[in-house]
């Protein structure tokens, strides 16, 4: 089999986006420890006046309502933004949780190479070996290429491939059974 129940595997990109989507797959298929890792910080509860909220415009009202740091245009769209990245990240990590699998996430930035080493080390002590790699992390720069500049270009280069690099490296004593890479 591919995979046994319990088996860890790393997905980076954390729990968002098409790592979520992979993880949550193999959480119902094989039910796996899962190592999501992701620059996020790891996802929090939601304060209660967010409860029952799930258009943008109600979102927006009650975090220019309530939270303390956004009162402008700008500032209610980023808490927004992370608002709605932390509750998808809370669902995907439910979804896998009653798939039976385990979800375990790490905040870490997968382009340092010493950060994801350590992270690794800890994880696979507390859970054994690693089993195998998706690899989806990424950074979103949608766009027309003839608007794209070149602090776009390297931002989407370096983690998926200084990522990946460092995954690799980071593996090299005992490389996993499989590993599954997302182009962006």
């Known amino acids: ?8 595997v790393l997905v980076s990109g954390g729990a968002l986006g098409i790592s979520a989507a992979i ?12 190592l999501l890792i992701g620059r ?17 415009t109600a979102i927006k009202q009650a975090i220019h309502r309530y939270h303390a740091d956004a009162k402008s245009p700008k500032e209610i769209e980023g808490v927004y933004q992370h608002t709605i990245a932390n ?6 990590i439910a979804a896998i949780d009653a798939s039976g699998a385990k979800a375990i996430y790490r ?21 054994g070996p690693l089993r195998g790699i998706v690899h989806g992390a990424g950074v979103l720069a949608d766009g027309l290429i003839g608007d794209k500049t070149d602090q776009h270009f390297a931002a989407v280069l370096s983690t998926k491939c200084e990522g ?9 004593d005992s490389p996993p059974a499989f590993i599954v890479a997302c182009s962006s």
């Not at 089999?1 to 860890?8: F, H």
């Not at 509750?87 to 995907?92: F, H, K, S």
């Not at 990946?164 to 090299?172: K, Y």
């Open 87 to 92: 509750r998808q990240m809370l669902q995907t």
């Open 107 to 127: 905040s870490v930035d997968i382009r340092s190479a010493d950060e994801l080493a350590n992270t690794l080390e800890s994880v696979t002590n507390e859970y």
């Open 1 to 8: 089999a591919l995979l046994k129940r319990a088996e860890l």
């Open 40 to 56: 996020s910080p790891a996802p929090q509860p939601e304060a209660d006046w967010l409860h029952g909220l799930d258009e943008e």
């Open 23 to 34: 993880a949550i797959a193999l959480a119902h298929r094989f039910q796996p420890t899962l």
């Open 164 to 172: 990946f690099i460092n995954l690799l490296a980071a593996v090299d």
